[in-house]
Nanobody, 129 residues
Framework: QVQLQESGPGLVKPSQTLSLTCTVSGGSITTKFYYWSWSRRPPGKGLEWIGY???????YYSPSLKSRTSISRDTSKNQFTLQLSSVTPEDTAVYYC?????????????????????WGQGTQVTVSS
């Protein structure tokens, strides 16, 4: 059973970079055909996919956030990290990491709910001065 746990600051100031880490246990982030995803849910809104990093290290991002997003990994720690730059109060949300298995013909787009296999519990990030 794969388990995921988000960690990082709960408060970030405007214009700074938000940085969150997801620690994976019970499975390896290099397992073939598995992708490691970040999503967020702003208050009162639906879930928004941010991007994912593949078992190979290749990254895919939502077009709407691509210019500000970077997802990286540390295979020695079995962790992957989200960095979102130039944050504003509109980036306030609960951030989730997840494991997902998208089909090869649909890489790079927001994953369907049924493709997700495991989720972290989520972590609240507030952008405020």
């Amino acid at each position: 059973q794969v388990q995921l746990q988000e960690s990082g600051p709960g408060l970030v100031k405007p214009s700074q970079t938000l940085s969150l880490t997801c620690t994976v246990s019970g499975g390896s982030i290099t397992t073939k055909f598995y992708y490691w995803s970040w999503s967020r849910r702003p208050p009162g809104k639906g879930l928004e996919w941010i991007g994912y990093i593949a078992y190979s290290g290749t990254t895919y991002y939502s077009p709407s956030l691509k210019s500000r997003t970077s997802i990286s990994r540390d295979t020695s720690k079995n962790q992957f990290t989200l960095q979102l730059s130039s944050v504003t109060p509109e980036d306030t949300a609960v951030y989730y990491c997840a494991g997902v298995e998208p089909p090869y013909y649909d890489l790079g787009s927001s994953p369907r709910p049924e493709w997700y296999d495991s989720w972290g519990q989520g972590t609240q990030v507030t952008v405020s001065s």
